[in-house]
């Protein structure tokens, strides 16, 4: 069985193609066809001016017809197309989305923050790590999501708005701050050995950057290093230092900040990085409808003619 998971993120959208795959022991693995990332960033135009302009709309509705055509090449059985931060915040999100479902068939769900957070919660990163206590960080374009797993329980989950495109443009509310770090300071208040789990684009090339071997933590201390090192420099000279792609060097900085707020008032001194993101967590998701057989029971799950 072949799925298919979009995410419509403020800063990029992404295909993610999985084939669900049974081992002879019986064990389900989900194997990886194919990822797209289109840097549409939508964030830029709603954080500005609350609304999707004409030049991004058009581009998100010509990357949905390529989404398309392309689920329809691998013979997708299954798909869930969801948009987040950007997408909830603007005026004519709805109109756009009934464009996009007239020209490629593709049905866009504007999802919550607390949905988005238990999308990267449904990776269930933490039973590798064997821990009891776990905060998920998830830093996106217009949103960070942070979401802690106790005793295989998902105890607390809360979406902020505060992310990276938000932040290059000044469009961060100080109460934000505030509140996100009064959450971390609760979240850490009775927890003796929380560890972290940091997942999206950004800290996934910090995490290479830091050359930490796979399923090995990545040392705060780095992060403050490169911290410094990336507000000392403009977009141009991290581009050219780092061979970063221009859509990556602006938001990085503002991603390191973010982390390092976290992992500074939860007092976690490493995070971990799996390869996770929305898109795996919707193919399980997915993947888990199926198996249930109750695909019927909501309107989440759509499949393609």
């Not at 490493?270 to 057989?293: C, Q, T």
Request: aromatic content about 6%; some cysteine; glycine content about 6%.
């Amino acid at each position: 069985m072949i799925l298919a998971a979009i995410d419509i993120g403020s800063n990029a959208a992404r295909l993610l193609i999985k084939e669900v795959v049974k081992s002879p022991s019986g064990e389900i693995n989900f194997v990886k066809l194919n990822l797209l990332r289109i840097p549409l960033r939508l964030g830029i135009d709603v954080f500005k001016s609350g609304k999707i302009g004409h030049v991004r709309a058009k581009m998100l509705i010509d990357t949905m017809k390529v989404f398309s055509d392309l689920m329809n090449i691998y013979e997708v059985k299954s798909y869930r197309a969801c948009a987040t931060s950007a997408m909830r915040d603007a005026k004519n999100g709805d109109e756009i989305r009934e464009y996009v479902l007239e020209t490629s068939e593709i049905h866009i769900e504007i999802i919550s923050g607390d949905e988005e957070a238990s999308l990267i919660y449904e990776n269930h990163a933490e039973k590798s790590l064997k821990t009891d206590e776990a905060l998920y960080i998830d830093v996106g374009g217009g949103s960070t999501e942070l979401m802690l797993f106790n005793n295989s329980k998902l105890e607390y989950q809360k979406s902020f708005n505060i992310g990276t495109i938000r932040a290059i443009n000044n469009k961060i509310n100080p109460d934000e701050w505030s509140a996100m770090e009064e959450a971390c300071k609760e979240i850490a208040s009775n927890k003796k050995h929380l560890i972290a789990i940091g997942s999206g684009g950004n800290i996934n090339k910090l995490f290479s950057m830091s050359k930490t071997k796979d399923g090995n933590p990545m040392p705060k201390d780095f992060l403050h290093d490169m911290e410094k090192i990336f507000n000392s420099m403009t977009v141009a000279e991290r581009m050219e230092k780092f061979d970063f792609r221009e859509d990556r060097a602006d938001v990085i900085l503002p991603a390191t900040q973010i982390f390092n707020k976290v992992l500074d008032w939860t007092g976690i001194t490493e995070v971990y990085v799996p390869k996770i993101s929305v898109a795996d967590g919707l193919i399980k998701s997915l993947y888990l409808n199926h198996r249930k057989k109750n695909n019927a029971a909501g309107s989440s799950t759509s499949t393609l003619k």
